[in-house]
T-cell receptor, first 116, second 114 residues
Framework: EPEVTQTPSHQVTQMGQEVILRCVPI?????FYWYRQILGQKVEFLVS????????KSEIFDDQFSVERPDGSNFTLKIRSTKLEDSAMYFC??????????????FGNGTRLTVT | AQSVSQHNHHVILSEAASLELGCNYS??????LFWYVQYPGQHLQLLLK??????LVKGIKGFEAEFIKSKFSFNLRKPSVQWSDTAEYFC????????????FGAGTRLAVHP
């Protein structure tokens, strides 16, 4: 079964540094997402992306965050200047279509980001 | 605002026991409902989903869930759990017809003892 793959599995960075989290969605999927889960808290929606544009973003997704699909296969999340509170597990997901009722999300294994 | 409540944070069962995990959601419109499972060290996997039709939906690995609209509930059940069901279970909703902005519950960590 095709999978969403994320790299790295664990990233440690110092506060103020930039990080890029990488994802390879399932090849025929058109919609891409980032979610995050701070330790002990709920999985939270960050952003959805379609046709090279952000389609929706949450209040968490401020100017420090950006997403990009630099080529036909990768989907990246960049955090410009990391803060301690950015430490979390970041999940990439993809779906064939939007949530019209028949296109569930497929998630990657996540990248655990630790900001020190 | 949409929200999802999962009543149990930790559940411990013996093999062959029956399982029911509660999920209630708060949303004024029509929703799609999901249960995801995360086995240790693995990604979130879809267990089952409800979009419309029969409110009793069957998923993988013997799981089922019942949508009760009047109670805004979507409880997950399994008649007889196995040790391999040890995992974290997440209930989630999204607004029907909208983007895939899933709202997750806090999760229920299930431990099944042999």
């Amino acid at each position: 079964e095709p999978e969403v793959t994320q790299t790295p599995s664990h990233q440690v960075t110092q506060m103020g540094q930039e990080v890029i989290l990488r994802c390879v969605p399932i090849s025929n999927h058109l919609y891409f997402y980032w979610y995050r889960q701070i330790l002990g808290q709920k999985v939270e929606f960050l952003v959805s992306f379609y046709n090279n544009e952000i389609s929706e973003k949450s209040e968490i997704f401020d100017d420090q965050f950006s997403v990009e699909r630099p080529d036909g296969s990768n989907f990246t999340l960049k955090i410009r200047s990391t803060k301690l509170e950015d430490s979390a597990m970041y999940f990439c997901a993809s779906s064939v279509r939007e949530g019209k009722g028949d296109s569930p999300l497929h998630f990657g294994n996540g990248t655990r980001l630790t900001v020190t | 605002a949409q929200s999802v409540s999962q009543h149990n944070h930790h559940v411990i069962l013996s093999e062959a026991a029956s399982l029911e995990l509660g999920c209630n959601y708060s949303y004024g419109g029509t929703v799609n409902l999901f249960w995801y499972v995360q086995y240790p060290g693995q990604h979130l996997q879809l267990l089952l989903k409800y979009f419309s039709g029969d409110p009793l939906v069957k998923g993988i690995k013997g799981f089922e869930a019942e949508f009760i609209k009047s109670k805004f509930s979507f409880n997950l059940r399994k008649p007889s759990v196995q040790w391999s069901d040890t995992a974290e279970y997440f209930c989630a909703v999204n607004a029907k017809g909208g983007y895939n902005k899933l709202i997750f519950g806090a999760g229920t960590r299930l431990a099944v003892h042999p």
